[in-house]
Nanobody, 120 residues
Framework: QVQLEESGGGLVQPGGSLRLSCAAS????????MGWHRQVPGNQREMVAL???????IYNNSVKGRFTISLDNAKSTVYLQMNSVKPEDTAIYYC??????????????WGRGTLVTVSS
């Protein structure tokens, strides 16, 4: 069994910074890709940033230049450094991982979500 554990959410003022972390735990898996999505209640979930095991990244246009995603392969942990945050970044942020396991092949896993609130 694989689990994703997120941390780092909270309240931050506009223009401030926050770092989210998500660690994948379990046994006998390899990371294909990890990333972050976000959702405002009543809206669809949207991709924020993705990174693959080779370090290639994709960002939502709304966060380009402000957010940075990184991956520590040794720790199976993905980070999202959020700078110059705006009120519209307020959402529940979900960690997502596509992991490979011999018993299941490649599968998607989701964290429970962590709330980020940008407000003065």
């Amino acid at each position: 069994q694989v689990q994703l554990e997120e941390s780092g959410g909270g309240l931050v003022q506009p223009g401030g910074s926050l770092r989210l972390s998500c660690a994948a735990s379990g046994s006998n898996f390899g990371v294909n890709l990890m990333g972050w999505h976000r959702q405002v209640p009543g809206n669809q979930r949207e991709m924020v940033a993705l990174i693959d095991r080779d370090g290639r990244t994709i960002y939502n246009n709304s966060v380009k230049g402000r957010f940075t995603i990184s991956l520590d392969n040794a720790k199976s942990t993905v980070y999202l450094q959020m700078n110059s945050v705006k009120p519209e970044d307020t959402a529940i942020y979900y960690c997502n991982a596509n992991l490979w396991r011999a018993i299941t092949g490649s599968m998607d896993y989701w964290g429970r979500g962590t709330l980020v609130t940008v407000s003065s």
